[in-house]
């Protein structure tokens, strides 16, 4: 419902074959926007609940299907659990992290389509995140167009950008820390 929002695509499961469900698991072949990107993770961060995004401060309206239930709480608490992980000392994303505050994301790097098929110099880097686990006020996405540097993985270069623009948010939104500094 914003203006210029473009949908997404995610092929017919009908049609999949076995390559396609191979590379839709890493996330190829399918499209989306960082706000539709940002929506999916609410899913994660509101115990298994879809929240509507909005650029206002507002309360959801209940009746609205605002809150709609779409994954069990248990598996949300778990896909939780494991996407705490990335952001820990051994994860792909511990420049993600956010000192007293519990952070779950996922980073990602793709390469873009060039003339002949995907090109090894082109990427997108990303990070998609929310914070704090305990009590998730903020869910981001930062993505990175075309990184011109050594490393151009989600975990290097779009998790620092992320953790700098979500401690800023939390401070500004007086979030309490979460977890142990």
Not at 5 to 24: C, D, K, N, Y
């Amino acid at each position: 419902g914003f203006p210029g929002e473009a949908e997404g695509r995610l092929p017919g499961a009908q049609r999949w074959r076995l390559i396609e469900r191979v590379t839709l698991a890493y996330g190829y072949g399918l499209s989306l926007t960082p706000l539709q990107l940002a929506q999916a993770y609410t899913v994660f961060a509101n115990a298994g609940r879809m929240r509507v995004p909005t650029l206002l401060r507002a309360e959801q309206d209940a009746s609205s299907g605002a809150d709609e239930p779409v994954l069990a709480p248990a598996i949300a608490k778990r896909l939780t659990a494991m996407l705490e992980q990335v952001v820990r000392v051994d994860g792909t994303a511990t420049r993600a992290a956010i000192p007293g505050y519990r952070v779950a994301g996922k980073t990602g790097t793709v390469r873009k389509v060039g003339a002949e098929g995907y090109d090894d110099e082109r990427h997108l880097a990303w990070f998609v995140g929310f914070a704090p686990v305990t009590a998730p006020r903020i869910a981001a996405v930062v993505l990175v167009n075309e990184p011109r540097v050594e490393r151009a993985g989600g975990g290097a270069v779009a998790a620092p950008v992320f953790a700098r623009v979500v401690t800023g948010a939390l401070r500004l939104l007086a979030v309490p820390p979460d977890a142990e500094v």
